[in-house]
């Protein structure tokens, strides 16, 4: 659109497919449906998919989410958790208030899941006692590549 200036150039465009896990304490889970889409433009970042599974694993702890298609940076020096979004739909889960979020987690290709635990929207990380076998979402959340 007329600016020629190096630094605006559009220097990096793909779309392309990635496939979404879980772990949870570590272990992995199985999944019927691991299903990813992303568009990145320059450093930033956007997925989009479906997770469903149909096995939660013998794991104890925190909900990982894996397979991001890019490393994520390293950008905010007070924080490990870098961009972020959510579960656009989720089925059989408990003792969750609203939609699940998703915080990519710096210089891994994983995202910390974590949820608001009671109406007034302290968040705490999930685990097993929150993701059932049968776990189904759809997703979309955003980070910036290192």
């Given at each position: 659109?007329?600016?020629?200036?190096?630094?605006?150039?559009?220097?990096?465009?793909?779309?392309?497919?990635?496939?979404?896990?879980?772990?949870?304490?570590?272990?992995?889970?199985?999944?019927?449906?691991?299903?990813?889409?992303?568009?990145?433009?320059?450093?930033?970042?956007?997925?989009?998919?479906?997770?469903?599974?149909?096995?939660?694993?013998?794991?104890?702890?925190g909900a990982v989410f894996t397979g991001l298609p890019f490393t994520v940076a390293d950008l905010?020096?007070?924080?490990?958790?870098?961009?972020?979004?959510?579960?656009?739909?989720?089925?059989?889960?408990?003792?969750?208030?609203?939609?699940?979020?998703?915080?990519?987690?710096?210089?891994?290709?994983?995202?910390?899941?974590?949820?608001?635990?009671?109406?007034?929207?302290?968040?705490?990380?999930?685990?097993?006692?929150?993701?059932?076998?049968?776990?189904?979402?759809?997703?979309?959340?955003?980070?910036?590549?290192?």
């Open positions: 659109n007329g600016d020629t200036a190096q630094a605006n150039a559009l220097d990096d465009y793909e779309e392309g497919t990635f496939t979404p896990g879980m772990t949870i304490g570590g272990l992995n889970t199985t999944a019927t449906h691991a299903y990813g889409t992303y568009v990145k433009v320059g450093r930033l970042v956007t997925c989009f998919g479906r997770l469903t599974l149909s096995s939660n694993g013998s794991g104890t702890g905010v020096s007070t924080t490990s958790l870098e961009g972020g979004g959510f579960f656009t739909y989720q089925d059989n889960v408990s003792g969750v208030y609203g939609a699940m979020t998703i915080l990519p987690s710096q210089l891994s290709t994983q995202a910390s899941i974590y949820y608001a635990q009671s109406a007034n929207g302290n968040m705490t990380g999930a685990s097993e006692s929150n993701i059932a076998n049968n776990f189904d979402s759809r997703f979309v959340f955003s980070y910036q590549t290192a």
